[in-house]
């Protein structure tokens, strides 16, 4: 028997870009996969669902590339090193934790309070409860980790981490969308302690997910230097400028 199994190959309208068809075939895994297994799927861009991995496989585009930043290498430009600046003055306040991937109801409503107030929420979205959080990002095929991210004891963010032996991937961030938070930048210095965690547990790649050159909400991740794009099945190096 497979250790994998098609749950889902059909066509879809895009999520990132406009007019196109998306292919996103979906294979649940039927037992845990190993450190080094990890590896190998993040290396072909595969991204994580619950206990399901899938990657891209559309019919009339190649726009989406997979980008991982090359830890030991990077270097924060001058508008991350300045996030990390105002972090950083808030002193002992700040505390990150490294855990297990749990759900409990002051994660469940930071998740629904991003959602909705960055407008992320679609109109014929269903209101994601425990179960449904668990399912998508506790429950994992992979060594999954969470980072939380707390101000003066307060929950402010979230970040689901999948781990393989000489790399991660982030699979999901989400954060306190007070202006108060949001002015810190929590989704850039999330990226940057995520390529710290890398760096001192001795991972070599920190992969971001899919890049696409004309859709915002994924163009972002090229903003980390030096990084690799996978192209045509080779992992192409991108310097700064």
């Not at 992320?120 to 668990?134: H, K, P, R, S």
């Not at 938070?181 to 760096?199: A, D, H």
């Not at 972002?220 to 192209?231: C, F, G, I, V």
Request: aromatic share 10%.
């Amino acid at each position: 028997m497979s250790n994998e199994q098609l749950v889902y190959d059909g066509l879809q309208a895009c999520p990132y870009r406009e007019g196109q068809v998306a292919r996103m075939p979906l294979f649940r895994q039927r037992r845990q996969l190993s450190l080094e297994q990890a590896d190998v799927r993040f290396a072909n861009a595969e991204r994580r669902v619950g206990t399901s991995l899938y990657r891209t496989a559309c019919p009339t585009c190649s726009a989406c590339k997979g980008l991982r930043v090359l830890v030991d290498e990077f270097q924060p430009s001058r508008s991350q090193r300045r996030v990390l600046k105002r972090w950083r003055a808030l002193g002992d306040s700040v505390k990150i934790e490294v855990a297990r991937p749990t759900i409990d109801d002051e994660k469940l409503d930071l998740f629904h309070r991003h959602k909705r107030e960055r407008g992320l929420a679609e109109a014929d979205d269903e209101i994601m409860d425990a179960a449904g959080y668990t399912g998508w990002l506790v429950r994992s095929c992979l060594p999954t980790v969470e980072m939380r991210y707390r101000i003066d004891d307060r929950l402010v963010a979230v970040g689901i981490l999948d781990l393989g032996a000489t790399a991660s991937s982030s699979v999901y961030f989400y954060f306190d969308p007070d202006p108060e938070v949001s002015r810190l930048s929590p989704g850039v210095f999330s990226v940057m302690q995520e390529i710290t965690f890398c760096r001192r547990t001795g991972r070599a790649h920190h992969y971001l997910g899919l890049w696409v050159r004309d859709c915002p909400s994924l163009s972002y991740k090229a903003d980390y230097h030096p990084h690799e794009r996978l192209e045509d099945g080779d992992w192409r190096r991108y310097e700064k400028g």
